[in-house]
């Protein structure tokens, strides 16, 4: 067989096996999104540019001059290349478009539109297909057709102004928070619109326009930032390691490094000056409530860590963990890739590339009765190898039709 004649490794079973999503997104939020719905059992057709495909494929990492960033995202897609301004190109596509459930695209604002793919003529020749957008500020508003990056919501939608600690610089979350919460919140759109059309109706039922915007999605998890700032009237700022509003909620230090220690109610501080050998803390008046602990922070810190820095993290993880007070270390990306936990679950699974062998890459973490989570999931495709297989479906399609 060719390359482009090799069938994928069967996706697993899941609660959307049966369902197709023809998936025109690229780069990571509307990948992420497909990735996710793959994870769960969809058959996911990936429609990229002829000749370059997803932009993605061309990001580093690169493992032998192929995209470890592009294969952790797109694991168990098929790839067909379509110029959609091409009218032998629409055809198929249109082709494709027949029997799908789900059609995601993350393309600006517009452009949809100017290929004569907008969810008015989509809906009206489509009835049942339900139209997903993941865009950096959605389909309406006076930001519509601007260009956006994961930087640029996370700096607009106040997340960075959170992040890092007093007086430094601005400081971008350590993962894509913007693109994959935009992703996640396509995801659910997408999941939830096909329950109501199975629900108010049958499988036949009617479709829905699902708009996600990357920098709602920001505002949206900005959680304790807006409770605190309609609460109080103050803008908040950047904390460091520590919560806003629990103490002690954060990372301390310890002799040879640092833990995270989160005694969120008065019992479990309590129980955690015992265990320190301070047991005069919980009975001091700056400490006796959340309130007043909060308030007093830096002098509790203070004093916590004056305990702490005697002895190494691992010790107090473990006296601490034996107690049942929420602890825990600061891994590296190392360290929580090999956690007993983390493996345990299933949280590393690997794909099988044709070219570069094993990959490794995370799992999928909604883990779902009666369903397998294999530790082995189909790669990600090489661009156009569906082609051949997907014409040939078509073909059999049109011809059951006559």
Same mark, same amino acid.
């Given at each position: 067989?060719?390359?482009a ?10 609660p ?8 025109l ?11 996710v719905?793959a ?5 996911v ?7 370059r495909g997803?932009d ?13 960033y592009f294969m ?6 098929e790839?067909?290349?379509l ?10 596509f249109?082709a494709l478009l027949?029997?799908?459930d ?13 290929l004569?793919y907008?969810?008015?003529?989509l809906?009206k020749?489509?009835p ?18 601007k260009?956006a990056y994961?930087m ?20 971008r979350v ?7 919460g935009a ?22 039922g009617?479709?829905?326009?699902v708009?996600v915007?990357?920098l709602?999605c ?5 959680e ?5 700032y309609?609460?109080t ?5 950047p904390?460091?390691?520590?919560h ?8 301390f230090?310890?002799k040879?490094?640092?833990l995270?220690i989160?005694?969120?109610n008065d019992a ?8 320190l050998?301070?047991? !005069?803390l @919980?009975g001091? $008046?700056r ?6 602990r909060c308030?007093?922070? *830096?002098? #509790?810190t &203070?004093?916590l860590?004056a305990?702490?820095?005697?002895e190494?993290?691992?010790h107090?993880?473990t006296?601490l963990?034996d107690?049942?007070i929420?602890?825990?270390p600061?891994n ?12 345990f679950r299933?949280?590393?699974v690997?794909?099988e ?8 890459m995370a799992?999928n973490?909604?883990?779902?009765? !009666?369903? @397998?989570?294999p $530790? ?6 090489e661009?156009?190898?569906?082609r *051949?297989? #997907?014409? &040939? ?5 049109k011809?059951a039709?006559?």
């Amino acid at each position: 067989m060719t390359k482009a004649q090799t069938s994928p490794a069967e996706p697993a079973a899941g609660p959307l096996s049966g369902i197709k999503i023809i998936d025109l997104t690229r780069v990571l939020a509307g990948p992420y999104c497909t990735m996710v719905l793959a994870d769960l059992g969809a058959r996911v057709i990936k429609v990229e540019l002829p000749e370059r495909g997803d932009d993605a494929r061309h990001i580093g990492p690169f493992i032998d001059k192929k995209s470890a960033y592009f294969m952790s995202v797109n694991r168990g897609k098929e790839s067909i290349a379509l110029n959609l301004k091409l009218e032998e190109d629409r055809e198929i596509f249109e082709a494709l478009l027949e029997d799908a459930d789900v059609l995601v695209e993350n393309y600006r604002p517009g452009t949809m539109e100017k290929l004569g793919y907008d969810w008015e003529r989509l809906h009206k020749r489509f009835p049942r297909l339900i139209f997903a957008s993941a865009s950096g500020f959605g389909q309406t508003g006076p930001y519509r057709e601007k260009p956006a990056y994961d930087m640029v919501v996370q700096g607009m939608g106040g997340i960075m102004s959170l992040t890092g600690h007093p007086g430094g610089e601005p400081t971008r979350v350590g993962t894509s928070i913007g693109d994959i919460g935009a992703g996640l919140f396509t995801a659910l759109g997408i999941v939830s619109a096909l329950y109501e059309r199975t629900k108010n109706g049958t499988a036949g039922g009617e479709g829905r326009r699902v708009d996600v915007s990357m920098l709602d999605c920001q505002i949206a998890m900005l959680e304790n930032g807006i409770a605190r700032y309609f609460a109080t009237g103050k803008v908040p700022g950047p904390l460091g390691a520590r919560h806003p509003s629990i103490t002690p909620f954060q990372a301390f230090k310890a002799k040879d490094g640092y833990l995270t220690i989160a005694a969120g109610n008065d019992a479990l501080f309590t129980r955690l000056c015992e265990l320190l050998g301070l047991p !005069g803390l @919980a009975g001091d $008046a700056r400490f006796t409530s959340n309130e007043a602990r909060c308030q007093n922070v *830096e002098a #509790l810190t &203070a004093a916590l860590e004056a305990r702490l820095t005697g002895e190494p993290a691992r010790h107090w993880l473990t006296l601490l963990g034996d107690a049942g007070i929420p602890c825990g270390p600061i891994n590296n990306v190392e360290q929580a890739l090999s956690d007993p936990q983390v493996l345990f679950r299933n949280m590393v699974v690997s794909t099988e590339d044709p070219d570069v062998g094993e990959v490794r890459m995370a799992g999928n973490p909604v883990k779902i009765s !009666g369903f @397998a989570d294999p $530790a082995a999931r189909p790669p990600a495709p090489e661009l156009d190898s569906g082609r *051949e297989r #997907l014409l &040939a479906e078509l073909k059999a399609r049109k011809k059951a039709a006559e």
